[in-house]
C-alpha cells in the first residue's frame, strides 16, 4: 500500500472517536471541532469532512445537537455527546491504547536494529 | 471579485455539494448543506481581504464535494452496515399483517424480503397451513362432510316400534361424539392461534 493510502486508511479509522474525544468535556460547533483539528498534523485533510461526519454520529446516536445564540451573527449548531457516545469513546480509548502498545512493541523488541 | 461574483463561487460549491450528496436521505442533506454553508459564510466574515484567491483557498480546505459526500455515506463500520440492511422495511410490515390474513401475498413478501433466512421463511410458509385461508375453507369442508354421512331417520318395525337409526357421526355413542367435536374445536383453536404465534415469531427474528 502506497504511504500515502495508509494514511488515508488511518485517518479513517481513527478521526470519528478524536471528534468524539474533542466532544468529550464541552459541547461545540463545527467551526470549533475544525480550528482544533488544524493544530492536529495530518487529522483533518478536507476540513468539510467534518459536518458529514457529525451528520453520520448524529444518525447513529452518539452526538445530539442543540441550538445556541451567538454574540453576533446567527445561532450555531453545537453538537455534544450522548451516553453512547461516551461509551463510544472509552470504548475506543482502551481499545487503541492496548492496541499502540502491542504495535509499539512489536516494532520495538521484534523489529531488530532498524525499529 | 465582485460581492456578486463571490456569491457565484460560493452556491455553486453547495450546488456541486447538494448533487453530490443525492443518495443521501433528505434530512441529513439539508442539514450537512445547512452547516457547509453557515461555516462558509462565517469564514468569509473572517477574511482580510476578499480576494477571489482567499475564497477559493476557503473552498479548497472545505474540500471536493464528491469527498464530502463520500464521507456522508461511508459507514466504515460493518455491523452497521448489516444493521441496515435488515432495518424493518414496507414490505417486511405488510408481509408479517398478510402471513395469517391473505397468506399467498404474505408469503410472496416473506420470500421477496432480504431480512429472514431461509429456515425463517419456511416456517412462515408451512406452519400455519394457508394461513387463515385455510381456516375459511375448513368449515365448509366439514359441514360438507357431515351433511353428506350423517342422516338420521325413525322407522316403524314389525311390532310397531319407532326404531331410530343413524349413519355417519352421529351413528357413534354420544361420548364419541363429544370427543370428535371437543377435537374440532382444539383444531380451529390451534389453526387460528398458529398464524399469530408465527407473525410474531417472524417479527421476533426481524429484530435480531
Known amino acids: 500500500m502506497p504511504i500515502e493510502g495508509l494514511a488515508t486508511q488511518l485517518r479513517k479509522g481513527v478521526i470519528e472517536y478524536c471528534v468524539l474525544a474533542m466532544l ?62 461516551q461509551q463510544a469513546v472509552s470504548d475506543f ?23 | 471579485m465582485t460581492a456578486y461574483q463571490a456569491d457565484q463561487l460560493v452556491s455553486e460549491y453547495l450546488g456541486r455539494l447538494d448533487e453530490q450528496l443525492a443518495d443521501v436521505p433528505r434530512t441529513r442533506r439539508d442539514e450537512i448543506l445547512d452547516e457547509i454553508s453557515q461555516h462558509i459564510a462565517e469564514e468569509r466574515g473572517l477574511l482580510h481581504n476578499k480576494s477571489e484567491a482567499d475564497l477559493r483557498n ?17 459507514d466504515g463500520d460493518e455491523s452497521h452496515e448489516a444493521k441496515e440492511s435488515r432495518r424493518i422495511g414496507a414490505i417486511e410490515v405488510l408481509a408479517l399483517v398478510l402471513t395469517p390474513l391473505v397468506w399467498p401475498a404474505g408469503v410472496i413478501l416473506l420470500w421477496l424480503s432480504p ?19 385455510f381456516i375459511l375453507f375448513s368449515p365448509a369442508l366439514l359441514l360438507m362432510g357431515t351433511g353428506v354421512t350423517n342422516s338420521c331417520g325413525g322407522t316403524v318395525d314389525s311390532g310397531g316400534n319407532v326404531v331410530n337409526s343413524c349413519t355417519g357421526v352421529l351413528a357413534l355413542p354420544v361420548w364419541q361424539q363429544d370427543l370428535i367435536n371437543v377435537g374440532l374445536v382444539a383444531i380451529v383453536v390451534v389453526l387460528l392461534v398458529l ?14
Open chain 2, 58 to 74: 476557503l473552498l479548497d480546505r472545505l474540500g471536493d464535494p464528491a469527498e464530502l459526500a463520500a464521507a456522508a455515506r461511508d
Open chain 2, 195 to 208: 398464524p399469530v404465534l408465527t407473525a410474531i415469531y417472524l417479527a421476533r427474528r426481524l429484530r435480531k
Open chain 1, 24 to 85: 468529550r468535556n464541552t459541547p461545540r460547533y463545527g467551526g470549533e471541532l475544525i480550528q482544533l483539528m488544524r493544530s492536529q498534523d495530518g487529522l483533518l485533510t478536507s476540513e468539510g469532512t467534518i459536518y458529514p461526519l457529525l451528520s453520520r454520529m448524529r444518525a447513529d446516536g452518539l452526538v445530539d445537537t442543540e441550538w445556541r445564540e451567538t454574540p453576533r451573527g446567527s445561532p450555531r449548531r453545537y453538537y455534544r455527546l450522548t451516553k453512547a457516545g
Open chain 2, 115 to 133: 431480512a429472514w433466512n431461509l429456515r425463517d421463511k419456511l416456517i412462515g410458509t408451512l406452519v400455519p397451513p394457508g394461513g387463515y385461508l
Open chain 1, 93 to 115: 480509548q482502551r481499545e487503541w491504547v492496548r492496541f499502540r502498545a502491542t504495535v509499539d512493541h512489536v516494532f520495538v523488541h521484534e523489529g531488530g536494529p532498524q525499529g
